[in-house]
């Protein structure tokens, strides 16, 4: 990878990571007023930022550690911005920590690690990659 797709990638976390902390320190933020579908849709999104927050760190990282453990660093350092996240939201009004809440966001992290890999899985063995000899399995 060159020096410039490293800088773009890791601008790309700090952004989102900006767009997360930014979006973290409105007070009573709210989608809709129905409180269920209110609910829902947060912890959607809650999964869905720190989803795409994870993807971002993959693609940062995985441009010098192997898969897996770019997988495993990405998933600790989302883990540790959903930490802090709830608790910098213990200090805006309205809003407060829940570790319910790392969690959700967690599983987000934990739902795309688990399509990159299935992805992943899939280009190797279309491409013969999941056999040495590149030969049919026999059943």
Same mark, same amino acid.
């Given at each position: 990878?060159t020096?410039?797709?490293?800088?773009?990638s890791?601008?790309?976390v700090?952004?989102?990571?900006?767009?997360?902390?930014y979006l973290s320190?409105?007070?009573?933020?709210?989608? @809709?007023?129905?409180? @269920?579908?209110?609910?829902?849709?947060?912890?959607?999104?809650?999964m869905?930022?720190?989803?795409?927050?994870?993807?971002l760190?993959?693609?940062a990282?995985?441009?010098?550690a192997?898969?897996?453990a770019a997988?495993?660093?990405?998933?600790?350092? @989302?883990?540790?911005y959903?930490a802090s996240?709830?608790?910098?939201q213990?200090?805006?009004?309205?809003r407060g920590?829940e570790?319910?809440?790392?969690?959700?966001?967690?599983?987000?992290?934990?739902?795309?690690?688990?399509?990159?890999?299935?992805?992943?899985?899939?280009?190797r063995? &279309?491409?013969?990659?999941?056999?040495?000899?590149?030969a049919? &399995?026999k @059943?």
């Amino acid at each position: 990878m060159t020096a410039r797709w490293r800088l773009t990638s890791w601008l790309a976390v700090l952004a989102w990571a900006g767009l997360i902390f930014y979006l973290s320190a409105q007070p009573n933020l709210t989608i @809709t007023h129905h409180g @269920t579908l209110d609910f829902i849709l947060r912890k959607s999104a809650h999964m869905a930022a720190f989803g795409i927050l994870f993807f971002l760190l993959w693609l940062a990282t995985g441009s010098w550690a192997r898969n897996r453990a770019a997988i495993v660093l990405s998933g600790f350092l @989302t883990l540790a911005y959903a930490a802090s996240d709830e608790y910098h939201q213990s200090f805006v009004p309205g809003r407060g920590a829940e570790v319910s809440d790392v969690f959700i966001d967690f599983a987000g992290a934990v739902i795309v690690a688990i399509a990159i890999l299935i992805i992943r899985w899939r280009r190797r063995e &279309a491409s013969g990659g999941g056999n040495p000899a590149g030969a049919v &399995a026999k @059943t």
